[in-house]
């Protein structure tokens, strides 16, 4: 079946502007994650979806992050005013039982 | 809360010869264990897991780790390394209740030589 997938795979913005993420969770998985992958770095927890509930958001690095999700479907990881530190690869989980499976990520320069 | 140590960066072998990549977590809480492995220019694949049970868990290509609760560890090891291993290797953690965001250790980046 299709794996998660996540759109663009590379983005590159100018400094300050927005830009936005999206993920396509595997079908039936209600748990959804976002992770940030800096260079020569390991993984940092972003935001967690878990069908209805409210998301749990404490990995967000400032308030120009924010993350959607309608239900168990497609989310969305806005950048708004992006900054230099911002540039990273952004990647997106979708979890069954225990196991989380990753997207290809999204490789973000902001120049 | 719950950490990840990976103490190697960078382990070099090479090609047939043993490795093992080292990761110590810390957590107050009952944990699942996890490696995750991305090839170069490649998404984050999971490796293997430990969940509950056997303290020994493989993968289908050789690899193996073991849960030592005692030590906080969960090395992994392969007695004989192909040059397609090479790879970053991540140690990850979570808790076995909750959310279980997964907490990851820096990575260490395997380079095996003919």
């Known amino acids: 079946g299709a794996g998660v997938s996540q759109s663009p795979s590379n983005k590159v913005t100018e400094k300050g502007k927005d830009v936005e993420l999206r993920c396509d969770p595997i079908?039936?998985?209600?748990?959804l994650y976002w992770y940030r992958q800096r260079l020569g770095q390991g993984l940092e927890f972003l935001i967690y979806?878990?069908?209805?509930?409210?998301?749990?958001k404490s990995g967000l690095p400032s308030d120009r992050f924010s993350a959607e999700r309608t239900g168990e479907s497609v989310s969305t990881l806005t950048i708004q005013r992006t900054q230099q530190e911002d540039s990273a690869v952004y990647l997106c989980?979708?979890?069954?039982?225990?196991?989380?499976?990753f997207g290809p990520g999204t490789r973000l320069t902001v120049t | 809360a719950q950490s990840v140590t990976q103490l190697d960066s960078q382990v070099p072998v090479f090609e047939e010869a043993p490795v093992e990549l080292r990761c110590n977590y810390s957590?107050?809480?009952?944990?699942?264990l996890f490696w995750y492995v991305q090839y170069p220019n490649q998404g984050l694949q999971l490796l293997l897991k430990?969940?509950?049970?056997?303290?020994l868990v493989e993968s289908i290509n050789g690899f193996e780790a073991e849960f030592n609760k005692s030590q906080t560890s969960f090395h992994l090891r392969k007695p004989s390394v192909h040059i397609s291993d090479t790879a970053e290797y991540f140690c990850?953690?979570?808790?076995?209740?909750?959310?279980?965001?997964?907490?990851f250790g820096t990575g260490t980046r395997l380079l095996v030589s003919p």
């Open positions: 989980a979708s979890k069954n039982r225990a196991e989380q499976y």
């Open positions: 079908s039936g998985h209600t748990a």
């Open positions: 979806f878990q069908g209805n509930s409210a998301p749990d």
């Open positions: 957590s107050s809480v009952s944990v699942y």
């Open positions: 430990y969940l509950s049970g056997s303290t």
């Open positions: 990850a953690v979570s808790t076995n209740t909750g959310f279980q965001k997964l907490v």
